[in-house]
């Protein structure tokens, strides 16, 4: 926490943690691509309704706003770690009519109504940033899940889902970024054999001597990609 959460007026600027992330519907333009407007919009609510009820069921949720057929959010205070990947479980189980990609990141940013006349409440800085890139990303990995690091640090070890993804470089940031994911055993099952074995070597030994052609997996050729940027 970057000043005193408890002696801020509400909608004046604070400097605090937060989970930030970003929610999107996989091939919505060519789900949408023959609905009229209200169809459309009947569309987006049936599917962003159960994922804003069962994030709405922790108190560290707080909604920012819908981007087109994106969902931007934020968990904050003590348990926003904990409480995202809770609730990121239990989306992940959900039956849904559509797939869809999220990418998230956690640390300092400032939350605050910002503008005048049109005002919005929303927050600002790093981790929003991040999410966003990370959402967007999300396709050339072929995975429905990005976090960043610093978002899973307390639960690698011991939560059998995490899964490392890659090293990767973020626009803005000079430092290489370390990805992972969150993988059912389903998800897991439909890797080809020896894919998740060799990424668990390749996190213990970056200097591996990678082959592009080993694996027909997006999330192998973008990693030997990212590998080769160094």
């Not at 709405?56 to 904050?76: A, P, V």
């Not at 967007?136 to 899964?163: C, H, M, P, T, W």
């Amino acid at each position: 926490v970057l000043i005193d959460a408890a002696q801020h007026k509400i909608g004046e600027p604070i400097g605090i943690s937060i989970v930030s992330f970003f929610l999107d519907i996989s091939g919505f333009t060519t789900a949408t691509r023959d609905m009229d407007e209200y169809k459309m919009f009947e569309f987006l609510t049936v599917f962003f309704n159960p994922i804003v009820e069962k994030m709405s069921e922790f108190q560290t949720f707080e909604f920012d706003k819908f981007i087109g057929d994106c969902l931007m959010g934020r968990f904050t205070g003590p348990a926003a770690k904990s409480d995202f990947l809770a609730a990121l479980r239990f989306i992940m189980n959900m039956k849904m009519a559509n797939e869809w990609r999220i990418g998230a990141s956690f640390g300092p940013a400032i939350v605050g109504t910002f503008g005048k006349g049109k005002k919005s409440h929303t927050s600002i800085g790093a981790p929003v940033n991040i999410s966003s890139r990370l959402e967007q990303a999300g396709k050339n990995y072929g995975l429905r899940i990005l976090l960043e690091e610093e978002l899973v640090r307390d639960s690698i070890g011991f939560a059998d889902d995490i899964q490392f993804v890659s090293w990767t470089r973020v626009r803005g940031l000079d430092a290489k970024l370390k990805l992972y994911t969150l993988l059912t055993m389903e998800e897991r099952d439909k890797c080809e054999v020896g894919f998740i074995d060799d990424i668990d070597s390749l996190q213990r030994n970056p200097d591996m001597v990678l082959d592009p052609n080993k694996y027909k997996s997006l999330w192998w050729k973008q990693l030997c990609q990212d590998l080769s940027n160094k």
